[in-house]
């Protein structure tokens, strides 16, 4: 255990948080996310767990010390329920809830279509899989940066 470090966040996840750069990509995604075979394409090539948790939970974790970047309209993304692209499952209303209470603000998140996800997913930098069940808890956060002042 570390001081003011979130449990959930493990030894293998800490690394490849603090190994990305401004600009890197990182998926969050659920159970049903065929997540080792994209994250063998990843820049970090193996598959980081959070387990039994749900997407909101490791996203509240992961956001306590990850910035978002700031030089892009949507540094965060959800994925497009199929056919029904403006449909917003309550599973990204969670997140959603998380990445405003982290950014202390509201932060919309960004959408994008279920296969082009996929491919965005295989050129990031990382894929993290949760414990989450429900469809659609899979997510793209962009690495931002933490500015001099705000040691």
């Given at each position: 255990m570390l001081k003011s470090i979130?449990?959930?966040?493990?030894?293998?996840?800490?690394?490849?948080?603090?190994?990305?750069?401004?600009?890197?990509?990182?998926?969050?995604?659920?159970?049903?996310?065929?997540?080792?075979?994209?994250?063998?394409?990843?820049?970090?090539?193996?598959?980081?767990?959070?387990?039994?948790?749900?997407?909101?939970?490791?996203?509240?974790?992961?956001?306590?010390?990850?910035?978002?970047?700031?030089?892009?309209?949507?540094?965060?993304?959800?994925?497009?329920?199929?056919?029904?692209?403006?449909?917003?499952?309550?599973?990204?209303?969670e997140v959603q809830k998380e990445i405003d209470a982290a950014e202390r603000r509201a932060l919309p998140l960004g959408s994008i279509e279920r296969f082009a996800f996929y491919e965005l997913a295989k050129k990031s930098y990382c894929v993290i899989q949760t414990g989450e069940r429900r469809f659609y808890g899979c997510f793209i956060f962009k690495k931002g940066v933490i500015t001099p002042d705000a040691a």
């Amino acid at each position: 255990m570390l001081k003011s470090i979130d449990p959930i966040l493990n030894a293998d996840v800490l690394y490849a948080l603090r190994s990305m750069g401004h600009g890197d990509d990182l998926v969050l995604c659920d159970a049903n996310f065929p997540a080792d075979s994209v994250a063998r394409q990843t820049v970090l090539g193996k598959l980081l767990r959070i387990d039994n948790v749900t997407s909101a939970r490791a996203a509240r974790a992961i956001l306590s010390v990850l910035p978002l970047d700031s030089f892009v309209d949507k540094p965060a993304l959800r994925m497009q329920i199929v056919d029904q692209p403006n449909e917003v499952p309550t599973v990204q209303v969670e997140v959603q809830k998380e990445i405003d209470a982290a950014e202390r603000r509201a932060l919309p998140l960004g959408s994008i279509e279920r296969f082009a996800f996929y491919e965005l997913a295989k050129k990031s930098y990382c894929v993290i899989q949760t414990g989450e069940r429900r469809f659609y808890g899979c997510f793209i956060f962009k690495k931002g940066v933490i500015t001099p002042d705000a040691a």
